[in-house]
Structures are given as structure tokens and as C-alpha cells.
Antibody
Framework: QVQLVQSGAEVRKPGASVKVSCKAS????????INWVRQATGQGLEWMGW????????GYAQKFQGRVTMTRSTSTSTAYLELSSLRSEDTAVYYC????????????????WGQGSLVIVSS | SSELTQDPAVSVALGQTVRITCQGD??????ASWYQQKPGQAPVLVLY???KRPSGIPDRFSGSRSGNTASLTITGAQAEDEADYHC????????????FGGGTKLTVL
């Protein structure tokens, strides 16, 4: 079945970097964008950016410009999110999600989602 | 970038009908998609596009759109429908971005 499996929880100190992985299976990895979304405890979902696994192109939400890098390994069908200069406000669960487009103009959605990776930033 | 607005909380009596709304300018151009999220779990897609349901989602879930407002309707809400519901759509700002609503906590009484 189509699924995304993410790496485990990470603890980092403020100012450090973290790299989260998202391994895809059950479909052609290079055919669909991978998006990254985060959720702080008790908060809503926040879109961070997208990455095209076919060519490596990416686009980031303005809030994360300069701190985020999204990459991939086509040989292992794995997408990566790296966030640098971490601060306590970056403590959250980070999700990867496959982007899909439909037959009708304007149809687009995320499915499936990874199980989430908890990142804790604490001194 | 665009914004999507949702009511923070909605309640419904067991077996009754409830509508959860999502409002934003991007919805005049793009369809909303809807995700159900239960505590400690990842979001799950329940509706997308022109009122489409993924396999396994009950037909009591339906969607509609009018102007800049998208709606998720649950007809005959069940106890297991108690969850957070998030809407999202593509952003109209032109950089292939996306935007999420703040989420609605649905309580089934």
C-alpha cells in the first residue's frame, strides 16, 4: 500500500539543526510532490514547503525561508527536511505528506501522511 | 499569502447533522480538502476536490463550496467522528504554496 514512514523523535539544543526523513513506498516516488507540515502541541497545521522528487526543485513558506532545506534520495525513495537555527518555538511534530492533483482544475490534496516525527528543542 | 478561517469548536448531538466551514479567498479558485485528526494521530484525508471521498471514508461525510466558503457536512454524526478537522487548499499567491485553516474541534454529545 501507499505509505510514508518517517524517522523517530529528535532532541536538539537551541541553535542546532535537525534532519527528518520520510521514506515512500507503494508508488513511484518521483511522480508526486512531498510536502512538509508541522504542528505544535495544541495548535493547527502549518505548511512549511514542497519538494519535487523528480528534479529536486523546492519551494518554502516565507516564514521558513533561509532556515529550511528539503532534499531527496531517489535511490532510496526518501525525502528529507532539514531545519537549522532551531529555537524553542520549533518544538513540534513534523509530518510529510504526498501532494496529489485531480482531473478538475483546482483539485489538489495531501494523501497519505507520514506518522509524524517529534522534534523537541530544549536547552 | 492567503488565509483560511475555521470556527475553533463545534458540537453536535449524536446522530444529528453538523456543518464545519472553511472560509478564504483561495477557495474561489481552489477546492478545499479536509482532514480528520484524532489525538496523537496523523491527519487523515476525508474529503477532497468536488465532494470526493477516499476509499474507506463513510458516505455520511460530504462537501460543498459556495463563493469563498467550503463546507464539510456530517449527516448522522457518530461518536467516532469526534476529532479535529482541518481544511487546506493551494495558495493563490503564485509560488505553489499551500494554506491551512486553524482547525475545528468537533465534539459529539
Amino acid at each position: 500500500q501507499v505509505q510514508l514512514v518517517q524517522s523517530g523523535a529528535e532532541v536538539r539544543k537551541p541553535g542546532a539543526s535537525v534532519k527528518v526523513s520520510c521514506k515512500a513506498s507503494g508508488y513511484s516516488f518521483t511522480t508526486f510532490d512531498i510536502n512538509w507540515v508541522r504542528q505544535a502541541t495544541g495548535q493547527g497545521l502549518e505548511w512549511m514547503g514542497w519538494m519535487n522528487p523528480n528534479n529536486g526543485y523546492s519551494g518554502y513558506a516565507q516564514k521558513f525561508q533561509g532556515r529550511v532545506t528539503m532534499t531527496r534520495s531517489t535511490s532510496t525513495s526518501t525525502a528529507y527536511l532539514e531545519l537549522s537555527s532551531l529555537r524553542s518555538e520549533d518544538t513540534a511534530v513534523y509530518y510529510c505528506a504526498r501532494g496529489n492533483s485531480g482531473d478538475h482544475v483546482g483539485e489538489a490534496w495531501f494523501d497519505p501522511w507520514g506518522q509524524g516525527s517529534l522534534v523537541i528543542v530544549s536547552s | 499569502s492567503s488565509e483560511l478561517t475555521q470556527d475553533p469548536a463545534v458540537s453536535v448531538a449524536l446522530g444529528q447533522t453538523v456543518r464545519i466551514t472553511c472560509q478564504g479567498d483561495s477557495l474561489r479558485v481552489y477546492y478545499a480538502s479536509w482532514y480528520q485528526q484524532k489525538p496523537g494521530q496523523a491527519p487523515v484525508l476525508v474529503l477532497y476536490g468536488r465532494n470526493k471521498r477516499p476509499s474507506g471514508i463513510p458516505d455520511r461525510f460530504s462537501g460543498s463550496r459556495s463563493g469563498n466558503t467550503a463546507s464539510l457536512t456530517i449527516t448522522g454524526a457518530q461518536a467516532e467522528d469526534e476529532a479535529d478537522y482541518h481544511c487546506n487548499s493551494r495558495d493563490t499567491s503564485g509560488y505553489h504554496g499551500w494554506v491551512f485553516g486553524g482547525g475545528t474541534k468537533l465534539t459529539v454529545l
